[in-house]
């Protein structure tokens, strides 16, 4: 036992040791210290999400099934899955080909994947120093509080689902995205039904995920799934990936795991799907599927990156930093509805919201917490706020699990995965929402003896 700890220590150590080499060359990069062009410099952050993500499976203590993995690959694969496809010359989907054209070869793009670089060698590093070396093993415990918990979450997801498919039916928006998006710039308010829509559905997945035990029923999934198919081929595929991600997370942490090659086939047949999700998405019409290359969808969720490049280029024609301004105003406007004279600015004209300055300036595009860091403290701070996520993330990889805190964790979890494709914006609402709706619903669900 202690040769093995000895060995992870010594593997964390080499990492780390590895990675703070990494960022001092490539702060050399960027600082234009080393000369490299666009096509080095895309095989340079390519290589640097691969290897990393191989480190960070090889060096966590729960491996892939980390929190800190799993948050890792779904930034990564958002942030730099089109830098990856495009160094291999792997995008065959005309269509992405053509948008891409637009943004994709321009100057402030090459910044862009610099500072994705920055951000993925940033939060790895974060993730590995507060990471522990070795992890107490889960004991599973019986007892009618994760039964009560388990229910009460599936009720949770029945009735958030049931809202959607009504809301949906009611809008006439099951037919295409296109519709979709349509309504949602028409009428702003069902944008925010929506969004605490899927957040509601996600914490039900959440709670139902960190209770299941063998012999529940698996009603609660089934039904999710079903869910997922129908908002996948509407177009949805971040409402169903992120709620999936915290969920996998949340069995990670109980060790019910499924091994590498089921894995592998699942991403597979996921990255396929996808492919023929976004050929249809907008006009609804599935008759037509020019390719089934599953790195096109890499290659089309990887274009997270453009709101990187978006930020670069309001900051070029003129933009200041907001230096945290994007982080507090959340904030801000939560304490203005209840502070008697504090001033509360509309939505649509507070320029630290900016969810809603990209959709004005851009277009229904998401955002990114690389975008959001560089926005507020430009280069460096992309740097620093990533290292702090990495740092949370391991630091709740090092918190034993157990049923309690589990669904906590989950809830908290679930509004900072969503803002991989977002911004800060919904995140303190959510997650303090998420966090008091699971304690209250421990402490009802809670009986005499009940200690998990």
């Known amino acids: 036992m202690q040769f093995t700890l000895n060995n992870q220590l010594l593997g964390k150590t080499l990492a780390i040791w590895l990675l703070l080499m990494a960022l001092t060359l490539y702060l050399a990069v960027s600082s234009r210290a080393v000369e490299v062009d666009r096509d080095q410099l895309e095989w340079l952050a390519s290589a640097s999400w691969i290897t990393l993500l191989l480190v960070l499976a090889n060096t966590l203590p729960r491996g892939i099934w980390s929190i800190s993995f799993i948050f890792f690959a779904s930034l990564g694969i958002f942030h730099a899955g089109l830098i990856f496809t495009n160094s291999l010359g792997a995008i065959t989907d005309e269509d992405i080909l053509y948008h891409i054209g637009f943004w994709f070869y321009r100057d402030e793009t090459t910044l862009a994947i610099e500072l994705v670089n920055l951000a993925i060698l940033g939060f790895a590093l974060g993730t590995l120093l507060t990471s522990k070396a070795s992890l107490p093993d889960y004991k599973t415990r019986g007892g009618s509080f994760n039964q009560r918990v388990y229910h009460f979450g599936g009720?949770?997801?029945i009735a958030s689902m049931l809202g959607f498919f009504a809301l949906a039916s009611f809008t006439g928006v099951l037919g295409s995205y296109g519709a979709y998006l349509d309504l949602l710039s028409k009428v702003p308010l069902l944008g925010v039904i929506y969004a605490y829509l899927y957040f509601f559905i996600?914490?039900?997945?959440?709670?139902?995920s960190a209770t299941y035990r063998?012999?529940?029923?698996p009603l609660y999934f089934v039904l999710f799934g079903v869910w997922a198919l129908i908002a996948f081929r509407l177009g949805l595929r971040g409402e169903v990936m992120f709620p999936l991600m915290v969920s996998g997370a949340m069995f990670g942490r109980r060790n019910l795991t499924l091994s590498v090659p089921v894995i592998m086939l699942l991403l597979v047949v996921f990255l396929t799907v996808t492919t023929i999700v976004k050929n249809a998405r907008i006009s609804g019409d599935y008759t037509d599927i020019p390719t089934f290359?599953?790195?096109?969808?890499?290659a089309e969720m990887g274009a997270s990156l453009r709101p990187v490049q978006e930020v670069i280029k309001w900051q070029a024609e003129g933009d200041t930093l907001l230096y945290g301004g994007s982080y507090w105003a959340p904030?801000?406007?939560?304490?203005?509805?209840?502070?008697p004279g504090m001033a509360r600015v509309p939505a649509t004209s507070d320029p630290r919201l900016l969810n809603v300055v990209v959709a004005e300036r851009a277009g229904p595009i998401g955002f990114s917490p690389v975008a959001e860091a560089y926005a507020n403290f430009g280069k460096g701070g992309v740097v620093f706020i990533m290292l702090l996520l990495g740092a949370l993330m391991g630091k709740l990889d090092n918190i034993p699990p157990s049923t309690r805190k589990d669904i906590v964790i989950g809830a908290a979890l679930l509004p900072v995965f969503i803002m991989i494709r977002n911004s800060?914006?919904?995140v303190p609402v959510q997650v303090i929402l998420g966090v008091v709706i699971s304690l209250a619903v421990i402490f009802l669900a809670s009986g005499k003896g009940d200690r998990h």
Do not use: D, S, W, Y
């Open 293 to 298: 290359n599953p790195l096109n969808a890499v």
């Open 214 to 217: 063998k012999g529940f029923t």
């Open 202 to 208: 996600g914490l039900g997945l959440v709670m139902v």
């Open 155 to 157: 009720l949770l997801l």
């Open 424 to 426: 800060f914006t919904h």
């Open 331 to 339: 904030f801000e406007r939560q304490i203005a509805l209840i502070v």
